[in-house]
């Protein structure tokens, strides 16, 4: 059974950076599919941060792609968040995901529980 | 940049079909998936690659997806499916949700 956990900060400053840790469980990233972050501001709809595989390829939302950053560590089968330069409108609940994705197809089969970013001085 | 655009709630009543709509630009011509997501829950994968269900997900969820419209059917709907749902869809290098549907079954 695959499994994510989201781990970090549960509170960053303005004008800092948030950085969250993705470990996945019951599957090697090494061995397929994108690994992926979303977020949901509280009481809002959901907003794909953006994905890398393994070898390091990696795809941003264009209107957040000045101040993400994703990586991946293959030997600790984690992969990170970093977003630099934050605002209050970047407080959510930040998921991160297994993604399925190639030849025009994209989905998320596999779930973190989430964890909430409150972005406040 | 490319849009999906869902109704924001639909409502329904037990054992009755609920259709929930996501529109797009030749949306048909991409694949959708659709996600449930109940209070306090992460989403859950109910429809990919337009009309496939996951392993575990119940059969009376269907999905269709032509010309500007994918459709995510609910048939026998029950009061476990109260949720809010998303679609999303793969386009230009980028991914995009819609903004949500709400189901309400009363």
């Known amino acids: 059974q695959v499994q994510l956990q989201e781990s970090g900060p549960g509170l960053v400053k303005p004008s800092e950076t948030l950085s969250l840790t993705c470990a996945v469980s019951?599957?090697?990233?090494?061995?397929?599919?994108?690994w992926g972050w979303i977020r949901q501001p509280p009481g809002k709809g959901l907003e794909w941060i953006g994905s890398?595989?393994?070898?390091?390829?990696?795809y941003y939302n264009p209107s957040l792609k000045s101040r993400v950053t994703i990586s991946v560590d293959t030997s600790k089968n984690q992969f990170s968040l970093k977003l630099s330069s934050v605002t209050a409108a970047d407080t959510a609940v930040h998921y991160c995901?297994?993604?399925?994705?190639?030849?025009?197809?994209?989905?998320?089969?596999?779930w973190g529980q989430g964890t909430l970013v409150t972005v406040s001085s | 940049s490319y849009e999906l655009t869902q109704p924001p709630s639909v409502s329904v009543s037990p054992g009755q079909t609920a259709s929930i709509t996501c529109s797009g630009d030749k949306l048909g011509d991409k694949y959708a998936c659709w996600y449930q997501q109940k209070p306090g829950q992460s989403p859950v994968l109910v429809i990919y690659?337009?009309?496939k269900r996951p392993s575990g997900i119940p059969e009376r969820f269907s999905g269709s997806n032509s010309g500007n419209t994918a459709t995510l059917t609910i048939s026998g709907t029950q009061a476990m499916d109260e949720a809010v749902y998303y679609c999303?869809?793969?386009?230009?290098?980028?991914?995009?949700f819609g903004g949500g549907t709400k189901l309400t079954v009363l």
């Open positions: 890398i595989y393994h070898s390091g390829s990696t």
């Open positions: 690659q337009d009309s």
């Open positions: 019951g599957y090697s990233i090494s061995s397929g599919y994108y």
């Open positions: 999303q869809a793969w386009d230009s290098s980028s991914v995009v």
């Open positions: 995901a297994r993604e399925a994705h190639g030849s025009g197809s994209y989905y998320n089969d596999y």
